[in-house]
């Protein structure tokens, strides 16, 4: 398995996450008397990124190699990810030491992969 289907494979489980989380979340502010404005529009923005994962896989080669740089970056999704998690039943302070400390993990992760794996020219 190369690296692109471990990424792809690793963003399509964090969209579950964040669909699972949403669906509570919406749940919750309707008891709360929340009215949800065009709900009709949610369905597209799935579609759009399960087609955006399906033609990475489809048309990207997958002897690519990553730009692990660019995967770093998803230091900052794992950081909001982590901190919508956790900041009601952790708390500020905590949650934000734990969304940091994920952050600092995919970045220096990348950081440190990268070099090994690159390819040399």
């Known amino acids: 398995m190369t690296a692109l289907y471990w990424i792809l494979g690793l963003v399509a489980v964090q969209r579950l996450i964040e669909l699972a989380h ?3 979340n919406t749940a919750r502010l309707r008891r709360l008397g929340a009215v949800e404005a065009d709900a009709g529009a949610y369905p597209l923005f799935v579609l759009l990124h399960a087609g955006w994962l399906m033609s990475l896989a489809l048309f990207v080669p997958a002897a690519t190699p990553p730009d692990w740089l660019l995967i770093g970056l998803f230091g900052f999704t794992g950081f909001f990810v982590v901190l919508a998690l956790t900041i009601e039943p952790l708390g500020i302070a905590a949650s ?7 952050a600092l993990a995919i970045q220096g992760c990348s950081l440190w992969i990268g070099p090994v794996r690159r390819p040399r020219r």
Do not use: E, I, P
């Open 22 to 24: 949403a669906r509570s």
């Open 96 to 102: 934000f030491a734990a969304a940091t400390a994920l």
